[in-house]
T-cell receptor, first 113, second 114 residues
Framework: DVKVTQSSRYLVKRTGEKVFLECVQDMDHENMFWYRQDPGLGLRLIYFSYDVKMKEKGDIPEGYSVSREKKERFSLILESASTNQTSMYLC????????????FGPGTRLLVL | GDSVTQMEGPVTLSEEAFLTINCTYTATGYPSLFWYVQYPGEGLQLLLKATKADDKGSNKGFEATYRKETTSFHLEKGSVQVSDSAVYFCALSDRDNQGGKLIFGQGTELSVKP
């Protein structure tokens, strides 16, 4: 079975802190994704990566950056956390291609005070 | 741009009732369509998918048919169980998009009462 793990289930940070969210997949997938999930808005894509060291902006990249130094790991960075970044963050991975199933981690619920 | 619209929730049903969750889409190309489910406290998992017009996806008693003429992919189940309580997301992937990006609807919460 594909396994996607995220470093934390719950995280509480203060405004202005730098926040790292880590995601690791164990199935040698080429594609990795970061979404945020908010009530009534569904999932919105922040960034995705289709190869090591490659990244593409999604629909809401402002205030975020990403890093993919190894194929299995994709990090989301909040350079200076703000209260409007309080949300559920979901990581996913998939094989290359538009028709492939995305496999999701359990999510990190981030609260920024 | 491409978009997905789902019926608003929450939807509350009694056990063994019939379920329909409506999903319509707008796409310039020929998308593939997906239903994902999120059980409480978990990430999303694929429920079913369809890759071309008139395809029917099915899994765990759920079905959805890709209707190009009505740009719809409605989710149905004949008899729901308490264990089906979850949030359901409709999504599309354009065949031409780079990197396999998905566009999600806003999600529909389903609550099934005994």
């Amino acid at each position: 079975d594909v396994k996607v793990t995220q470093s934390s289930r719950y995280l509480v940070k203060r405004t202005g802190e730098k926040v790292f969210l880590e995601c690791v997949q164990d199935m040698d997938h080429e594609n990795m994704f970061w979404y945020r999930q908010d009530p009534g808005l569904g999932l919105r894509l922040i960034y995705f990566s289709y190869d090591v060291k490659m990244k593409e902006k999604g629909d809401i990249p402002e205030g975020y950056s990403v890093s993919r130094e190894k194929k299995e790991r994709f990090s989301l960075i909040l350079e200076s956390a703000s209260t409007n970044q309080t949300s559920m963050y979901l990581c996913a991975s998939s094989l290359a291609g538009a028709l492939e199933t995305q496999y999701f981690g359990p999510g990190t619920r981030l609260l920024v005070l | 741009g491409d978009s997905v619209t789902q019926m608003e929730g929450p939807v509350t049903l009694s056990e063994e009732a019939f379920l329909t969750i409506n999903c319509t889409y707008t796409a310039t190309g020929y998308p593939s369509l997906f239903w994902y489910v999120q059980y409480p406290g978990e990430g999303l998992q694929l429920l079913l998918k369809a890759t071309k017009a008139d395809d029917k996806g099915s899994n765990k008693g759920f079905e959805a048919t890709y209707r190009k003429e009505t740009t719809s992919f409605h989710l149905e189940k004949g008899s729901v169980q308490v264990s089906d309580s979850a949030v359901y997301f409709c999504a599309l992937s354009d065949r031409d998009n780079q990197g396999g990006k998905l566009i999600f609807g806003q999600g529909t919460e389903l609550s099934v009462k005994p």
